[in-house]
């Protein structure tokens, strides 16, 4: 697949993410490329590239190269899913799990994915859907997690789960993580959850604080329909968080449905990329 338009995301008012586009922007104007920037990044460079939207970038371009942190990632992953796409992060954050091109390498690993050395990966997303009296009242996607919390801190709270309409347990917790592959090495790690190797097709349900000794997190196939139900006794201040950054109100007794999205994000890395060297270099795992 050869990348005549290429659009550019990142981190707004930020040094690096600026100094990183710059460099992108000289390699492919070399390359004859068509340059797209989404607006509000860089506004610094004008030369020979247009501005646009976000979902203008997924329609035009066949590459999208995202630059900034994990954050940077999730946010734009949300959108570029809905399009034919492929993705790439350049790392100006601190983790950088998702954004595998070091800055002082652009020139080397962009060429390697321009000569077709790369591989590409499909990782789903989630939807959320939350029904009140039975009428939807908020809609959204993750690609990292879903979570059901309380709005304050050390507050617990009561809720049922049911997987494809069957009843799984009773729950009084701080809240419940769900969490695609993808997010098994970020907030669902944090909480005791598993690492699930990207491809598989589960999902790991994380209960958070629970009060109680045998309430242990569970993996799901992740074509199951999960419904978790809020307790109509639980206190106000309820929410749905996805990836940190959307924050969803619910109240109690309403219904949280959650299942795979149709979209899927065409994530792709260098040829040198391997999981486990991911794994030992980012989280320390298994030196």
């Known amino acids: 697949m050869r990348y005549p338009t290429v659009g550019l995301i990142g981190k ?13 922007v000289d390699y492919l104007l070399k390359q004859g490329t068509k340059i797209l920037i989404a607006n509000g990044i860089a506004p610094e460079i004008t030369q020979g590239v247009e501005r646009c939207t976000l979902e203008e970038i997924g329609k035009q371009a066949q590459l999208a190269i995202v630059v900034g942190g994990d954050g940077n990632m999730l946010g734009a992953a949300r ?4 399009y034919d796409i492929h993705v790439v992060g350049v790392n100006r954050g601190k983790l950088g799990f998702l954004t595998d091109i070091s800055p002082d390498e652009i020139e080397k690993q962009i060429d390697t994915l321009f000569l077709g050395k790369r591989h590409v990966e ?5 939807q959320v859907e939350i029904k009140r009296n039975h009428s939807t009242v908020h809609k959204s996607t993750a690609l990292n997690e879903v979570v059901l919390h309380h709005g304050q801190v050390a507050h617990m709270m009561e809720f049922e789960i049911y997987l494809d309409g069957t009843f799984v347990s009773s729950q009084r917790a701080d809240g419940m993580i769900v969490a695609t592959p993808t997010g098994s090495t970020a907030y669902s790690l944090s909480g005791g ?6 491809s598989l097709n589960a999902l790991t349900l994380v209960p958070m604080f629970p009060h109680t000794l045998s309430s242990r997190p569970i993996v799901i196939n992740a074509d199951s329909k ?5 307790s109509a006794d639980n206190s106000e201040s309820l929410q749905v968080s996805c990836d940190s950054h959307i924050e969803l109100s619910i109240q109690p007794g309403d219904e949280v449905f959650i299942e795979k999205c149709e979209d899927t994000l065409r994530l792709i890395h260098p040829d040198s990329y391997d999981y486990f060297t991911v794994l030992r270099k980012k989280l320390n795992w298994g030196k």
Not at 79 to 82: C, E, G, Y
Not at 226 to 230: A, D, G, I, T
């Open 122 to 126: 499909d990782r789903f997303l989630l």
């Open 12 to 24: 707004s008012d930020h040094q690096g993410t600026l100094t990183s586009i710059q460099t992108l």
């Open 79 to 82: 959108t570029l899913a809905k």
């Open 193 to 198: 959850g598993p690492i699930i190797v990207p």
């Open 226 to 230: 999960l419904r978790m139900c809020v």
